[in-house]
């Protein structure tokens, strides 16, 4: 009878709507920072909370802007190099300190004056994009059935961007009193980086939209491959040869995808495939980056190494699941 016949149920409706945000809110701090191993695990969530507010909220912000106004992703993409400069030159000043735990990260390939580093200049900026912004926004959309609609209301918005900025300065104090050793950025360097993030953020608030084209497009498995040997082997060394592959790599990278994306054949398949070739990269980068602690035995690396993978697999595996589920909502 009509009457036995339930309707979702409220835990449901409330998955459908929160579900997504809350993947985007974990899994920005977790392929940010935390999906390269090296961790202890009994510090694993705690870390991952107290990182939400700052990658999460970042990332929440940045998706609920370009989706509220009808922007696409050259719009996220570009917000999330500002993110990426204000992070790492302005919130927590790496980009600029050469005493930031044990690594100097005004070397190699130093610029004076600025005192910047150059490899580490595209190391963060490219990690921001891609591992703190783009990808965790692709795999939580793979988890909406609202892909491309604002998830939140404004008064949501609001309190996102004040959450997120409450955290900005808690990650301030504590890397200057932590990991930096005390410093600060010089004013021209704190200027240079703000100037940066004006101009990043008016390029992509003005960015043109650009028809779609009946073009030919890879198929979805090759777009993972691109993902992940791209994200991979970008970057193979800290010298100054390692910088101009990285930036024929990047360049390429951009100008094909982008290429691709403007075709009328390209699907949303084609961009969880993209994101996740590049998620998957956490499964092999564990066992190829030194510990965040080198007092860290190698049993406790291992498992701590060993948790990012099964972390990372278990995310892929889920995604594509979810995708299957939902084929039509995309």
């Avoid at 409220?10 to 929160?18: D, K, L």
């Avoid at 130093?110 to 965790?136: C, E, N, Q, T, W």
């Avoid at 021209?188 to 703000?194: G, M, N, R, S, Y």
């Avoid at 290429?259 to 054949?265: F, P």
């Amino acid at each position: 009878m009509p009457g036995d016949i339930a309707g979702p149920s409220v835990a449901g409706v409330r998955w459908t709507r929160w579900g997504p945000v809350l993947v985007l809110v974990l899994l920005a701090p977790w392929s940010a920072e935390m999906a390269w191993g090296g961790f202890p695990v009994t510090l694993i969530v705690p870390i991952l909370l107290f990182l939400a507010p700052l990658y999460g909220g970042a990332a929440l912000l940045i998706r609920e802007l370009a989706r509220r106004t009808g922007r696409g992703w050259p719009t996220i993409l570009l917000l999330a190099a500002a993110f990426g400069v204000l992070q790492a030159g302005v919130v927590d000043q790496s980009l600029f300190n050469p005493a930031y735990g044990r690594y100097d990260f005004q070397h190699p390939v130093h610029v004076p004056g600025i005192d910047v580093s150059l490899y580490y200049l595209v190391a963060f900026l490219a990690g921001h994009v891609v591992a703190s912004i783009a990808v965790p926004i692709v795999v939580a959309e793979a988890w909406s059935q609202r892909p491309t609609e604002p998830w939140l209301s404004r008064r949501a918005l609001g309190v996102v961007a004040v959450v997120y900025a409450l955290a900005s300065v808690v990650n301030h104090v504590g890397v200057k009193e932590d990991e930096g050793d005390g410093f600060q950025a010089a004013p021209l360097q704190t200027a240079v980086a703000l100037g940066a993030v004006l101009v990043l953020a008016l390029v992509a608030w003005w960015w043109p939209a650009r028809p779609a084209r009946p073009s030919r497009v890879p198929p979805p498995w090759a777009l993972a491959v691109v993902g992940f040997v791209a994200y991979l082997l970008y970057l193979p060394g800290e010298g100054a040869g390692a910088l101009v592959v990285a930036a024929v790599a990047i360049a390429l990278v951009v100008l094909l995808v982008g290429s691709w994306s403007r075709s009328t054949r390209w699907t949303s398949r084609h961009t969880t495939t993209l994101a996740i070739g590049a998620f998957l990269v956490g499964a092999v980068a564990p066992f190829l980056n030194e510990p965040y602690d080198v007092e860290v035995s190698a049993g406790s690396e291992l498992l701590s190494d060993l948790v990012a993978a099964a972390v990372c697999l278990a995310v892929v595996g889920a995604t594509l699941a979810r995708r299957a589920a939902y084929p039509l909502a995309r």
